[in-house]
């Protein structure tokens, strides 16, 4: 049983950056797959981005490519979010999300392990 607790939300203007962490309880983070997604209200969840188990690779979605970047840091059970230049469109309740595998799902279905979310609201 993995447990993952998100921080790091809250209200920025346009163009400003903001920095998610989620922490992951347990002793074995290194074996899971990581991923953040984000959801409005009324639609259904979106991929953000997903990190390998150590880090090696990384995938995310189109909307995000090239503003955002996610890590993570293994010896602190710990994976970030760096979002940059963002824009109202990015307002949505971030989630992380937590596999055990080698892969890099990018299907919200594929996790196994959700956070309780943290709010993005960023204002024009």
């Known amino acids: 049983q993995v447990q993952l607790v998100e921080s790091g939300g809250g209200l920025v203007q346009s163009g400003d950056s903001l920095r998610l962490s989620c922490v992951a309880s347990?002793?074995?983070?290194?074996?899971?797959?990581m991923g953040w997604f984000r959801q409005v209200p009324g639609k259904e969840r979106e991929f953000v981005a997903t990190?390998?188990?150590?880090?090696?690779?990384?995938v995310y979605s189109d909307s995000v490519k090239g503003r955002f970047t996610i890590s993570r840091d293994n010896a602190k059970n710990t994976v970030y979010l760096q979002m940059a230049s963002l824009n109202p469109e990015d307002t949505a309740i971030y989630y992380c999300?937590?596999?055990?595998?080698?892969?890099?799902?990018?299907?919200?279905?594929?996790?196994?392990?959700w956070g309780q979310g943290t709010q993005v609201t960023v204002s024009s």
């Open positions: 999300a937590a596999k055990q595998t080698m892969g890099i799902p990018t299907q919200s279905q594929w996790y196994d392990y």
């Open positions: 347990g002793r074995t983070f290194s074996t899971y797959a």
């Open positions: 990190i390998g188990r150590i880090g090696g690779l990384t």
